[in-house]
C-alpha cells in the first residue's frame, strides 16, 4: 500500500475515534474513497498522489519512537515528529501509554518536549509498581483533520545487576588449573566478558586455547603459564546497564613437585537446555600430579571427542544440539594415578517453546 492512503485511513480512523463516528468522519471517509479512486486512475505512477488533492494526506510520522530498553532510577526519551504541508501549522503531538493519554495521569517525573519528545526522569520499577514499563504511542493531530497514531515502542525497564559472587584473587601453581569466578544477576540476564590487566581478553574457540569463559560466567584458566599473572576483572552488560567487577589477582606460584589433594574448582551442576541448543557441564579441578578429566554418560565412559562431545579447555563437556535422548545423569572424574574423584549431575532437555 502506497504512503498517501495509509496516511488517509489514519486520518479517518483517528477521527471516527474521536467524533464517534460523526458526520466529520463520514466526509472524509468520503473523501479518502474519492482519493482511492483518483490514485488507482494514475496508476501505476503511485507518487502521483502527492499532486492537489494529495496535499491533505501529506500528513505522515517523519520520526516515531523506538523500542528501549532503560533502568530503574534512568531516563526515558522518546522521539516524534509528524510533518504535514496542508498548512495548518505544525501537528499538535500527545502521546499514549498502554493505550491511556497521559494527559489523563499527573506525574511530575513526565515532561512533554517542546518538540514533542516525551521524558520520563527518575524511572519507577519495582515488583509490585511499574508505571513506565510498557507500550507507548505518539498521536499526532492536525486540527479540523484528524489525528494519525505511530508505531508502538515496547518499553522495558531492565532489572538492577546485581554481584552475586565477586571475584577473589586466587593462587595457583604452574601448570595446574585456575577459577576465577563472577557471578552477576539481573533481568535480562547479563553477558559476562573478562579483562586482563584492564583490556579485553580476546577468547577464541580453538581446541588448544587454555582460557574460556564459562556459562556460569567464571574465567578457567587452564594448563597455568607465567604469563597468565595478572589482574582479572568481569564486566557484566545487560542492555539496561553494565556492572564491573572487582580487580583480581591471579598469582603464579612454582610447581614443587609435591603431591596435592585433587580438589574440584567446579563441580557440575544441574543443566536444563532447550533442544537442539549446545549444553556446556562445567567441571574443573586442580591438584598434582595434574588430574585429567573424564566424563560418564551414565556408567559408560565418553570417548569418542567428535561432532557431538567436546571439551571446552580441557575439562567443561560440550554437548552439541541436544536432543531428549541426552536427558540424564553424567558424572565427571578427575583422576591421576595416585587418587580420583567424582561429581554428578543431570542434563534435561526442554522441547522448543511454541
Ligand atoms: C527534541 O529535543 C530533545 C532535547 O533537546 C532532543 O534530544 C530530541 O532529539 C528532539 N526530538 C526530535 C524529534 O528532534
Ligand atoms: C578411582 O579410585 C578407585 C580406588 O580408590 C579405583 O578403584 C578406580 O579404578 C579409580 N577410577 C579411576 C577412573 O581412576
Given at each position: 500500500?502506497?504512503?498517501?492512503?495509509?496516511?488517509?485511513?489514519?486520518?479517518v480512523?483517528?477521527?471516527?475515534?474521536?467524533?464517534?463516528?460523526?458526520?466529520?468522519?463520514?466526509?472524509?471517509?468520503?473523501?479518502?474513497?474519492?482519493?482511492?479512486?483518483?490514485?488507482?486512475?494514475?496508476?501505476?505512477?503511485?507518487?502521483?498522489?502527492?499532486?492537489?488533492?494529495?496535499?491533505?494526506?501529506?500528513?505522515?510520522?517523519?520520526?516515531?519512537?523506538?523500542?528501549?530498553?532503560?533502568?530503574?532510577?534512568?531516563?526515558?526519551?522518546?522521539?516524534?515528529?509528524?510533518?504535514?504541508?496542508?498548512?495548518?501549522?505544525?501537528?499538535?503531538?500527545?502521546?499514549?501509554?498502554?493505550?491511556v493519554?497521559l494527559?489523563?495521569?499527573?506525574?511530575?517525573?513526565?515532561?512533554?518536549?517542546?518538540?514533542?519528545?516525551?521524558?520520563?526522569?527518575?524511572?519507577?520499577?519495582?515488583?509490585?509498581?511499574?508505571?513506565?514499563?510498557?507500550?507507548?504511542?505518539?498521536?499526532?493531530?492536525?486540527?479540523?483533520?484528524?489525528?494519525?497514531?505511530?508505531?508502538?515502542?515496547?518499553?522495558?525497564?531492565?532489572?538492577?545487576?546485581?554481584?552475586?559472587?565477586?571475584?577473589?584473587?586466587?593462587?595457583?601453581?604452574?601448570?595446574?588449573?585456575?577459577?576465577?569466578?563472577?557471578?552477576?544477576?539481573?533481568?535480562?540476564?547479563?553477558?559476562?566478558?573478562?579483562?586482563?590487566?584492564?583490556?579485553?581478553?580476546?577468547?577464541?574457540f580453538?581446541?588448544?586455547?587454555?582460557?574460556?569463559?564459562?556459562?556460569?560466567?567464571?574465567?578457567?584458566?587452564?594448563?597455568?603459564?607465567?604469563?597468565?599473572?595478572?589482574?582479572?576483572?568481569?564486566?557484566?552488560?545487560?542492555?539496561?546497564?553494565?556492572?564491573?567487577g572487582?580487580?583480581?589477582?591471579?598469582?603464579?606460584?612454582?610447581?614443587?613437585?609435591?603431591?596435592?589433594?585433587l580438589?574440584?574448582?567446579?563441580?557440575?551442576?544441574?543443566?536444563?537446555?532447550?533442544?537442539?541448543?549446545?549444553?556446556?557441564?562445567?567441571?574443573?579441578?586442580?591438584?598434582?600430579?595434574?588430574?585429567?578429566?573424564?566424563?560418564?554418560?551414565?556408567?559408560?565412559?565418553?570417548?569418542?571427542?567428535?561432532?557431538?562431545?567436546?571439551?571446552?579447555?580441557?575439562?567443561?563437556?560440550?554437548?552439541?544440539?541436544?536432543?531428549?535422548?541426552d536427558?540424564?545423569?553424567?558424572?565427571?572424574?578427575?583422576?591421576?594415578?595416585?587418587?580420583?574423584?567424582?561429581?554428578?549431575?543431570?542434563?534435561s532437555?526442554?522441547?522448543?517453546?511454541?
Open positions: 500500500m502506497e504512503p498517501g492512503s495509509l496516511g488517509c485511513m489514519g486520518d480512523w483517528g477521527l471516527m475515534e474521536r467524533r464517534r463516528g460523526g458526520t466529520g468522519g463520514l466526509y472524509l471517509l468520503l473523501l479518502c474513497w474519492l482519493l482511492a479512486t483518483l490514485t488507482a486512475a494514475q496508476a501505476p505512477d503511485a507518487s502521483s498522489s502527492s499532486s492537489g488533492i494529495g496535499s491533505f494526506v501529506e500528513f505522515s510520522f517523519s520520526q516515531e519512537p523506538q523500542d528501549s530498553v532503560t533502568v530503574r532510577g534512568g531516563v526515558l526519551q522518546l522521539d516524534c515528529q509528524a510533518q504535514s504541508d496542508a498548512g495548518a501549522g505544525p501537528p499538535l503531538l500527545t502521546w499514549r501509554k498502554d493505550g493519554m494527559s489523563a495521569v499527573v506525574d511530575e517525573r513526565r515532561q512533554q518536549l517542546a518538540n514533542g519528545s516525551l521524558l520520563v526522569q527518575n524511572i519507577v520499577h519495582s515488583r509490585h509498581h511499574r508505571p513506565d514499563e510498557g507500550e507507548y504511542q505518539c498521536l499526532a493531530t492536525l486540527e479540523g483533520l484528524g489525528t494519525i497514531v505511530s508505531r508502538t515502542a515496547k518499553v522495558t525497564v531492565a532489572g538492577p545487576l546485581k554481584v552475586v559472587i565477586p571475584t577473589e584473587s586466587v593462587s595457583s601453581y604452574l601448570g595446574d588449573t585456575a577459577l576465577l569466578r563472577c557471578e552477576v544477576s539481573g533481568d535480562p540476564t547479563p553477558i559476562i566478558r573478562w579483562q586482563k590487566n584492564r583490556e579485553d581478553l580476546a577468547l577464541t580453538d581446541p588448544d586455547s587454555r582460557l574460556a569463559v564459562l556459562p556460569s560466567g567464571s574465567l578457567q584458566v587452564s594448563r597455568i603459564q607465567p604469563p597468565d599473572s595478572a589482574t582479572y576483572r568481569c564486566l557484566a552488560d545487560n542492555p539496561g546497564s553494565t556492572r564491573t572487582m580487580d583480581a589477582e591471579l598469582r603464579v606460584l612454582p610447581e614443587p613437585g609435591v603431591s596435592r589433594n580438589q574440584f574448582l567446579q563441580r557440575p551442576s544441574r543443566v536444563t537446555a532447550l533442544l537442539g541448543t549446545d549444553a556446556v557441564l562445567e567441571c574443573s579441578a586442580s591438584g598434582y600430579p595434574t588430574p585429567g578429566i573424564q566424563w560418564r554418560r551414565g556408567e559408560e565412559m565418553i570417548q569418542s571427542w567428535n561432532k557431538k562431545y567436546s571439551l571446552l579447555v580441557g575439562s567443561n563437556l560440550i554437548i552439541q544440539s541436544v536432543t531428549d535422548d536427558s540424564g545423569s553424567y558424572s565427571c572424574t578427575a583422576a591421576n594415578k595416585n587418587h580420583n574423584i567424582t561429581a554428578h549431575t543431570e542434563l532437555v526442554q522441547g522448543k517453546e511454541k
